[in-house]
Structures are given as C-alpha cells and as structure tokens.
T-cell receptor, first 112, second 113 residues
Framework: KNQVEQSPQSLIILEGKNCTLQ??????????LRWYKQDTGRGPVSLTI?????NTKSNGRYTATLDADTKQSSLHITASQLSDSASYIC???????????FGTGTQLKVEL | KAGVTQTPRYLIKTRGQQVTLSCSPI?????VSWYQQTPGQGLQFLFE???????NKGNFPGRFSGRQFSNSRSEMNVSTLELGDSALYLC????????????FGQGTRLTVV
C-alpha cells in the first residue's frame, strides 16, 4: 500500500529559529515528491517539486532534500517567520500524472 | 493570471441528495484533478482528467464521478450523499499530466446533514 508518513505531527518554534520536517514514503512507482504549505481554510500551495534525480531544491527560505534510495525527504525552514505557521504536507506522485499520495502533514506554529 | 476557481465555496446538503461541484482551471492548463480533505483521512486523491478523459482514479465508490469539458473546466458529482462525505473538496490544475506543478483552488466546503 502506498504510504507517506510525516514527522513530527506538530511543532512549535520561536520566530527566527530554523526547523526541519521529515517525510518517509513507500510509494511505487515513484514519479516525484512535492512539499506543500496549507494555511487553515485554504488550498495547498506548492513549495517544491523534485524528481528522483534531484537531491535538493530551494524556494526562498525553504529547502527540500530527497534521498530516493532510503525514500526519505526533508523540508528545512530557515529563519522562521510568523507567516510560516501552517500545515506542511509531503506528497508523492505515483507513476506519473497527478495521482498524489498525501502525508498527514506537520502542523507548524511559529511564536514570538 | 487568474488562479483555480472553485464554486461554490460552501454548500450544505441533506443525506441522500446529490451535489455538483465546479472547477475552472488556470487558463492553458489541461489537467484537472480532484481531492477530498477530511480531518480524519487527510487529503485523498479522487480522480484526474486530461483532455476530457479520466486518466487516473482513486479508491472512492462509484457515487463519486466527474467530467471535463472541452474548455478544461471540470465538474465533480456526488450522488446519494452520506454524512461521511462532509469534507473540503479541492481541485488542482496542471499544465500537463506528467511531473508538472499542481495549483490548488480554495476548495468547496461540503456539509451533509
């Protein structure tokens, strides 16, 4: 069964600090891995998309890594801001197309 | 450039009724996919349409169906509504079907009473 697991489930950090979110997947066949940010009551917004040949990809203060051998990915957020408070969802695309398998997300809260 | 538009934003229906949700993709995008989001199950893939043809399908009962029109606009229909169908239904559009960015709409919040 295709699964995407994320950890931690929730996280509280102080503004300005860095944090790393983890994603493990057992999805086959693998097409690409995406990280999304979802604010409460809104649709997810894409942060990064990586194919199996890409090890790292950055989008501003967000840096995603992918290890296709161990089937692990991480999302590193640098110098966190209050606006980073959201759910971060790891998503794996199977066998092409947009048949996406979603993780349950990490709920991040950034506090003063 | 307009984003993905979903209508309506909110909907309340009674058990046993049917409902149709609409999604207008970003101009030029030909792929539209649908997802259900609930607190218990998270986001789950429903189906994907490309060039008016269903290309991928998730594990949902036949009560859930969809279609895509020649202008790429898509509709999703749920028949014989159940309480468990209460969820946020999200639509995403992509330029192509393979390895391309998916842009999500704001969703339709469906409540079944």
């Amino acid at each position: 069964k295709n699964q995407v697991e994320q950890s931690p489930q929730s996280l509280i950090i102080l503004e300005g600090k860095n944090c790393t979110l983890q994603c493990n997947y057992t999805v086959s066949p693998f097409s690409n891995l995406r990280w999304y940010k979802q604010d409460t009551g809104r649709g997810p917004v894409s942060l990064t998309i990586m194919t199996f040949s890409e090890n790292t990809k950055s989008n501003g203060r967000y840096t995603a890594t992918l290890d296709a051998d161990t089937k692990q990915s991480s999302l590193h957020i640098t110098a966190s801001q209050l606006s980073d408070s959201a759910s971060y969802i790891c998503v794996v695309s199977t066998g092409g197309g947009n048949k996406l398998t979603f993780g349950t997300g990490t709920q991040l809260k950034v506090e003063l | 450039k307009a984003g993905v538009t979903q209508t309506p934003r909110y909907l309340i229906k009674t058990r046993g009724q049917q409902v149709t949700l609409s999604c207008s993709p970003i101009s030029g995008h030909r792929s539209v996919s649908w997802y259900q989001q609930t607190p218990g199950q998270g986001l789950q893939f429903l189906f994907e349409y490309f060039s008016e043809t269903q290309r991928n399908k998730g594990n949902f009962p036949g009560r859930f169906s969809g279609r895509q029109f020649s202008n790429s606009r898509s509709e999703m229909n749920v028949s014989t509504l159940e309480l468990g169908d209460s969820a946020l239904y999200l639509c995403a559009s992509s330029l192509q079907i393979m390895n391309t960015e998916a842009f999500f709409g704001q969703g339709t919040r469906l409540t079944v009473v």
